[in-house]
């Protein structure tokens, strides 16, 4: 079932997703060659928690961090960890908290130092899909409108999109329908309405789409070792088109 959301509840899911920007801006700034993820995580959960936040992701499910820390051919759900970024890794940073009992939830993927030319390509096209997905999120549009256009933006540029993980509606629960795919032909599932708040978050690899789980029982990494990037918003669907929630310049 999909929850409409007042006005005043998309607000709290504003203010709970703008602690994620924040948190997210400050940690990026902190990547660098020789930084590890485990700091990055606990950077991330003593920020959250002097908000008057609390990570999302710490316990749900068993989860064990606060922060999602997955580096190069990791998707997504990979665990932070005492090894050293080096130069020309990317490292993609998920992140949510639980804020006036809403829920916000964002990710990038960032170069550590100098990144190679295609691992640049792949985070840009990634973050344009993003984008393009977004843009699709207008009233009376349909679902698969968002999902379509984030895989041609993705697939138009030679890349791929996972298919076992999608993006999700978001409110007073982290995970809420709809689903949202990646991929898929346009015009079909649900009809998009004003109040839908959505994080959209294309999962992009360099070369094919199947990915498995590790024996942590979490990280996934790409079956074939190619890089993969990972951009998420979440945002609110209002009659004056998407409103960025989680936007890290303020804007929406
Ligand atoms: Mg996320
Ligand atoms: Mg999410």
Known sequence: MVVL????????????????AKILSVLESEVKPGVNTL???????????????????????????????????????????????????????DFGVLFGGYYGDSA??????????????????????????IEKAVVNGRLSDISHAVQKH??????????????????????????????????????????MTIAVEPM????GYEVEILEDGWTAVTKDGGLSAHFEHTIAITNNGPAILSARDGSR
Not at 112 to 119: E, F, L, P, Q, T
């Open 154 to 195: 993705v697939e138009d540029a030679g890349f791929s999109v996972v298919r076992i993980f999608v993006g999700h509606g978001i409110g007073s629960s982290l995970h809420e329908d709809p689903q949202i795919p990646n991929f898929g032909k346009p015009g079909m599932g649900i009809h998009l309405k004003t109040g």
């Open 108 to 133: 990038l993927t960032v170069g550590v130092g100098k990144v190679s030319k295609s691992a640049r390509r792949l985070m840009n096209f990634t973050e344009q899909a993003l984008y393009k997905g």
């Open 39 to 93: 700091y990055l995580d606990k950077l991330a959960e003593d920020l959250a928690r002097e908000n008057g936040a609390k990570p999302a992701f710490k316990g749900y499910r068993g989860f064990p961090y606060s922060l999602c820390a997955s580096v190069n051919e990791a998707v997504v759900h990979g665990f932070p960890s005492k090894r050293a970024l080096k130069e020309g890794d990317i490292l993609s940073m």
């Open 5 to 20: 959301k007042s006005p005043k509840e998309i607000e709290k899911i504003h203010a709970s997703n703008q602690i994620v």
């Open 204 to 207: 992009v690899n360099e070369k």
